[in-house]
């Protein structure tokens, strides 16, 4: 069992920032790897970032320069730093963590965080 407890989230103004941070606890054992999802009204859920157990990043495009991901191995924790938020970053913001448990992969979800940037 692994439960992963997401913070951060809530309401900011635009060109504002906030952060989300995303700890795991539970039968943790090899990560290998770490991201953020999100989904807006009316939308699919998309890729916002990830991080990888060899600290290999990527971006979408749209958070690119603006966002930054980044982890805390031994709090088992990600952290998504967002700045100049603008109106369309508001979403539901998911955590996800993979690991190799020694029987396979898994994937373990957050269960969201809601980031409403007004303008």
């Known amino acids: 069992q692994v439960q992963l407890v997401e913070s951060g989230g809530g309401l900011v103004q635009a060109g504002g920032s906030l952060r989300l941070s995303c700890a795991a606890s539970?039968?943790?054992?090899?990560?290998?790897?770490m991201g953020w999802y999100r989904q807006a009204p009316g939308k699919p859920r998309e890729l916002v970032a990830t991080?990888?157990?060899?600290?290999?990043?990527n971006y979408a495009a749209s958070v690119k320069g603006r966002f930054t991901i980044s982890r805390e191995n031994a709090k088992n924790t990600v952290y998504l730093q967002m700045n100049s938020l603008k109106a369309d970053d508001t979403a539901v913001y998911y955590c996800?963590?993979?690991?190799?448990?020694?029987?396979?992969?898994?994937?373990?979800w957050g269960q969201g965080t809601q980031v409403t940037v007004s303008t």
């Open positions: 996800r963590i993979s690991q190799y448990s020694g029987t396979g992969y898994a994937d373990y």
């Open positions: 539970g039968s943790i054992s090899s990560i290998i790897a």
């Open positions: 991080i990888t157990n060899l600290g290999r990043t």
